[in-house]
């Protein structure tokens, strides 16, 4: 079951905040964010586990709900560098078969 | 983070040729896969495989096979080319949790 990303597209100032949504319908094992760039692969930001784990790294950080099955991803203070497409993965349980991505979010920042 | 090479990065082939994406990564990892995506769209699990001699399909169906006889190489073969195989190929490893991926490989079929 492919997981619901939204927004589907951001445009942004620099120095603004974004918030990323995924959502699945089934349970959960993680979440895995990615970012790629146009062009290149994606880029593996963090992962979160089941148990409404946050993690952060710098500016970026991102939690996961478990009762929604909804793990949302904050960019603070947003760059210039964040522009990309920002891709969820989802496990349902540990070891899954590879992991079932959102159809991806658009991130544009603007100087 | 995993070492992932993959060749050719670019590949511009006529219908019916027979062609082989290569990949291998450095860091021993068992688990290793092949996405597929097109330009601005999601990733589709197109295979993957837990160790030598392990393969598998994924969710998206394709007419491509793979082989994993040695750890560290996972190629991808498509025995007949067509234009609906235009896309980007991505490889991607695992030590167990997260997944890395490749540079991946633009395959154009005319």
């Known amino acids: 079951q492919q997981p619901v990303q939204s927004p589907q597209a951001v445009i942004l100032r620099e120095g603004e905040d974004a918030v990323i949504n995924c959502s699945s319908s089934k349970a959960l094992y993680s979440v895995h964010w990615y970012r790629q760039k146009h062009g290149e692969a994606p880029v593996f930001l963090m992962i979160l586990l089941k148990g409404g784990e946050q993690k952060g790294h710098e500016k970026i950080s991102a939690s996961f709900n478990e009762k929604k099955q909804q793990s949302s991803l904050y960019l603070t203070a947003s760059q210039l560098s964040y522009s990309g497409t920002y891709f969820c993965g989802t496990e349902k349980s540990q070891g899954a078969d590879g992991l079932t991505f959102g159809k991806g979010t658009h991130l544009i920042i603007q100087p | 983070e995993a070492d992932i090479y993959q060749t050719p990065r670019y590949l511009v082939i006529g219908t019916g040729k027979k062609i082989t994406l290569e990949c291998s990564q450095t860091m021993g990892h068992d688990k290793m896969y092949w996405y597929q995506q097109d330009p601005g769209m999601e990733l589709h699990l197109i295979h993957y495989?837990?160790?030598?001699?392990?393969?598998e399909k994924g969710d998206l169906s394709s007419e491509s096979t793979v082989s994993r006889i040695r750890t560290e190489h996972f190629p991808l073969t498509l025995e007949s080319a067509r234009p609906s195989h235009t896309s980007q190929y991505l490889c991607a490893s695992s030590p167990g949790n997260t997944i890395y991926f490749g540079e991946g490989s633009w395959l154009t079929v005319v």
């Open positions: 495989s837990y160790g030598v001699n392990s393969t």
